[in-house]
T-cell receptor
Framework: DAKTTQPNSMESNEEEPVHLPCNHSTISGTDYIHWYRQLPSQGPEYVIHGLTSNVNNRMASLAIAEDRKSSTLILHRATLRDAAVYYCILRVNNAGNMLTFGGGTRLMVKP | AAGVIQSPRHLIKEKRETATLKCYPIPRHDTVYWYQQGPGQDPQFLISFYEKMQSDKGSIPDRFSAQQFSDYHSELNMSSLELGDSALYFC??????????????FGEGSRLTVL
């Protein structure tokens, strides 16, 4: 499976934008880029996913590099409730396959 | 909206005992996934089922077994429990491929403590 590399931790101030990077240099053409987050003592929660084009939803934006070897999750205005571990995951063919979690970024948000 | 329901939420067992965790997926979801998350660890994939058949297998110990029933709920059976089995166990579900946006929906987890 293609691997992803993320910083172990990042800090942000409340109300400011946060850019969470992910490198996936061995991504294949059929891999979708998924982002999940896990708040303390909760199950993982879907954030966003994409294939080639940038994506926006109510939670975040996903910027995908033109060569698809990296992506960035953007939280437009961090809140204290956004403090979580954020996982960037590659998933083959998007549907029906399990997710492999590993090496996420722990985001700390300062008031 | 209905979410993935897991029971029990907390379970305490002795070493060498047996435990069963249950997962009720979101209605009309046909795929169920089980994950194990030890203290300070990332969730590790154990096993998944699609339409009552095993679809993927991860790092599930031989002492563990699971199945998906006709109503799509799933059970994870763990025997000869060891201290290292103490963890949070998450179940997730996803809808049929035709309506699948690629999202997995996770339950709140079952916390197993082995003494």
């Amino acid at each position: 499976d293609a691997k992803t590399t993320q910083p172990n931790s990042m800090e942000s101030n409340e109300e400011e934008p946060v850019h969470l990077p992910c490198n996936h240099s061995t991504i294949s053409g059929t891999d979708y880029i998924h982002w999940y987050r896990q708040l303390p003592s909760q199950g993982p929660e879907y954030v966003i996913h994409g294939l080639t084009s940038n994506v926006n939803n109510r939670m975040a934006s996903l910027a995908i590099a033109e060569d698809r070897k990296s992506s960035t999750l953007i939280l437009h205005r961090a809140t204290l409730r956004d403090a979580a571990v954020y996982y960037c995951i590659l998933r083959v063919n998007n549907a029906g396959n399990m997710l492999t979690f590993g090496g996420g970024t722990r985001l700390m948000v300062k008031p | 909206a209905a979410g993935v329901i897991q029971s029990p939420r907390h379970l305490i067992k002795e070493k060498r005992e047996t435990a069963t965790l249950k997962c009720y997926p979101i209605p009309r979801h046909d795929t169920v996934y089980w994950y194990q998350q030890g203290p300070g660890q990332d969730p590790q994939f154990l096993i998944s089922f699609y339409e009552k058949m095993q679809s993927d297998k991860g790092s599930i110990p031989d002492r563990f077994s699971a199945q998906q029933f006709s109503d799509y709920h799933s059970e994870l059976n763990m025997s000869s429990l060891e201290l290292g089995d103490s963890a949070l166990y998450f179940c997730a579900s996803s809808p049929p491929t035709s309506t699948n946006t690629g999202e997995l929906f996770f339950g709140e987890g079952s916390r197993l403590t082995v003494l």
